[in-house]
T-cell receptor, first 117, second 114 residues
């Protein structure tokens, strides 16, 4: 498997523009996570899905952020309108949950480095 | 609430010496504990995890970690450090009764000096 795929790898945009980040999880994985990493705040969980359904979006910073998972092989994180403080590295991760084993290993994508000017 | 502390921002160790990267946690239920490593401009890579069972967990690249319930710690160790181990290390935790809400520590930068 190619692992978790994220696109684009780098995105530079101007304040006020819409930004869409994309993620393809590992085939067969039933959990998908979106994280944001900054120097100031470290790694933050934004939202996660189970079987394409959003389970917890309490980490989404505000209404400008939205995430969707229309099918098992694709998810998007959208920021509209973008602001300079949104500049960060955004990671997508996926995992496979075995009920008997409990917590499972998350596999991370390479990240999207977003710069909002 | 869940939380993870990594008390050292930076750890320096000479190549060939043992290394320890510290992690303490706080959860309301039973903890599931993880260590990840991040190399520059890369995503996080899984090293090892503790779910249940033996308190000493062995993982990738010769790393191991010991779960200590009384001290609520999960320190990462390696008997002999390599220069290639230099990276950013993250400890993560989630409670067994709190869904898949993982909390990551702030990270510890490990520098192995030749």
């Amino acid at each position: 498997d190619a692992g978790v795929i994220q696109s684009p790898r780098h995105e530079v945009t101007e304040m006020g523009q819409e930004v869409t980040l994309r993620c393809k999880p590992i085939s067969g994985h039933d959990y998908l996570f979106w994280y944001r990493q900054t120097m100031m705040r470290g790694l933050e969980l934004l939202i996660y899905f189970n079987n394409n359904v959003p389970i917890d979006d309490s980490g989404m910073p505000e209404d400008r952020f939205s995430a969707k998972m229309p099918n098992a092989s694709f998810s998007t994180l959208k920021i509209q309108p973008s602001e300079p403080r949104d500049s960060a590295v955004y990671f997508c991760a996926s995992s496979l949950f075995w009920g008997g084993q409990g917590a499972d290993t998350q596999y991370f994508g390479p990240g999207t480095r977003l710069t909002v000017l | 609430a869940q939380s993870v502390a990594q008390p050292e921002d930076q750890v320096n160790v000479a190549e060939g010496n043992p290394l320890t990267v510290k992690c303490t946690y706080s959860v309301s239920g039973n903890p599931y504990l993880f260590w990840y490593v991040q190399y520059p401009n890369r995503g996080l890579q899984f090293l090892l995890k503790y779910i249940t069972g033996d308190n000493l967990v062995k993982g990738s690249y010769g790393f191991e970690a010991e779960f200590n319930k009384s001290q609520t710690s999960f320190h990462l160790k390696k008997p002999s450090a390599l220069v290639s181990d230099s990276a950013l290390y993250f400890c993560a935790v989630r409670a067994d009764n709190y869904g898949q809400n993982f909390v990551f520590g702030p990270g510890t930068r490990l520098s192995v000096l030749p």
